[in-house]
């Protein structure tokens, strides 16, 4: 059984989704971002970084209970613990891994400093706002070539590399991240074909009545943003 701490950002959306995709049996630990809870010492213990998504595998390595944090290392996690999505050829699986990276190198940090000075800071700042928007351009750029050689981001098949990065290129985001979509018909395609999957639907839809960042009040901006993330 896997205990998943969790949010509906994207970050949590990728362990979402390949829940449903490895179809293991799994709970659902909320940890409520905007209240705070991510800095409760008993989530700390599991998440270091005090930042969702983490999972306890109560069936780890030689049976004992194992903890993971960090999104793309869950995905490795689980998709090595099913051999789902992860392919047996160390080629191949150099080639997901690759592109793992560059979503949690690249487009995770990028796109969320993008989102913050478009959404969520509390000052206009145009430098921050137009570096990160041409910093996100760039990696869309990124993806439109590679997806116009390769039907999914590894490779011809789907893998966790498309599962990392689907969440934070879907619809939705295009638009909080000001991407004009026509500019990128790959990506395009790209997301259109994954948003199609039952499981990506199914993992999506997980606490989707509570994926509302927009508008924060004091208190939540200083739990996300502010003065409580620098206290440790
Ligand atoms: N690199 C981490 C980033 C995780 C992350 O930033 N999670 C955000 C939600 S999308 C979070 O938990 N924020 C709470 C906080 O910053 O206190 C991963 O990929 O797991």
Redesign the pocket.
Same mark, same amino acid.
């Given at each position: 059984m896997i205990k998943h701490y969790y949010?509906p950002? !994207? $970050?949590?959306h990728k362990t979402a989704i390949m829940l449903e995709e490895v179809e293991l049996e799994y709970e659902v630990c909320t940890v409520n971002?905007l209240e705070g809870d991510?800095f409760d010492p008993a989530f700390i213990a599991i998440s270091p $970084? $005090?930042?969702? !998504?983490a999972i306890v595998d109560t069936d780890g390595p030689q049976g004992e209970p194992y903890t993971v944090?960090?999104?793309?290392a869950i995905l490795m996690y689980l998709a090595e613990k099913t051999g789902k999505l992860w392919p047996q050829d160390s080629v191949e699986r150099y080639d997901v891994i690759q592109w793992l990276m560059f979503q949690?190198g690249n487009v995770?940090p990028m796109f969320?400093q993008n989102g913050y000075f478009q959404g969520y800071c509390p000052e206009d700042v145009p430098l921050a706002k137009e570096r990160y928007h041409n910093v996100c351009k760039q990696l869309y750029g990124v993806m439109d070539r590679r997806l116009g050689e390769s039907e999914y981001l590894a490779g011809s098949n789907y893998s966790i590399a498309d599962v990392a990065t689907f969440p934070w290129a879907m619809p939705k985001q295009q638009e909080m991240h000001r991407i004009d979509i026509t500019q990128y018909p790959n990506v395009k395609r790209w997301s259109e074909t994954v948003a199609m999957r039952p499981a990506v639907q199914r993992g999506i839809a997980v606490m989707a009545e509570d994926m509302k960042v927009g508008n924060p009040t004091e208190e939540t901006y200083n $739990?996300?943003f502010g003065a409580k993330?620098f206290k440790q």
């Open positions: 949010w950002t !994207p $970050n949590g971002i991510q $970084n $005090n930042r969702i !998504p944090f960090e999104s793309g949690m995770g969320g $739990n996300m993330q």
